[in-house]
Nanobody, 111 residues
Framework: VQLVESGGGLVQAGGSLRLSCAAS????????MGWYRQAPGKQRELVAV???????NYADSVKGRFTISRDNAKTTVYLQMNSLKPEDTGVYYC??????WGQGTQVTVSS
């Protein structure tokens, strides 16, 4: 089973990006999924999670700005990021209950 993240890039503060995480395998629909990020010199931290039933939870630092969603037909989980701040810069990773870490996608927010 594999996860492939995409959608990262360079954006100015206040801008938006949408990350995608495409999953392989038929177990996606029963897997809780999450987005994590790691800033330079810092530990990896949880950003947002979504259960198999669609319930969501967010880190306090991104509440009201980020939205996690999933499309079981496309076996993909998304992270819509709005009102981006320089402190959102980092490598964003996807992980699931039944999936190992993806390779990550770089997000850089310039001030």
């Amino acid at each position: 089973v594999q996860l492939v993240e995409s959608g990262g890039g360079l954006v100015q503060a206040g801008g938006s990006l949408r990350l995608s995480c495409a999953a392989s395998g038929s177990i996606f629909s029963i897997s809780g999924m999450g987005w994590y990020r790691q800033a330079p010199g810092k530990q990896r931290e949880l950003v947002a999670v979504i259960t198999s039933g669609g319930s969501t939870n967010y880190a306090d630092s991104v509440k009201g700005r980020f939205t996690i969603s999933r499309d079981n037909a496309k076996t993909t989980v998304y992270l819509q990021m709005n009102s981006l701040k320089p402190e959102d810069t980092g490598v964003y990773y996807c992980k699931g209950d039944y999936y190992d870490w993806g390779q990550g996608t770089q997000v850089t927010v310039s001030s």
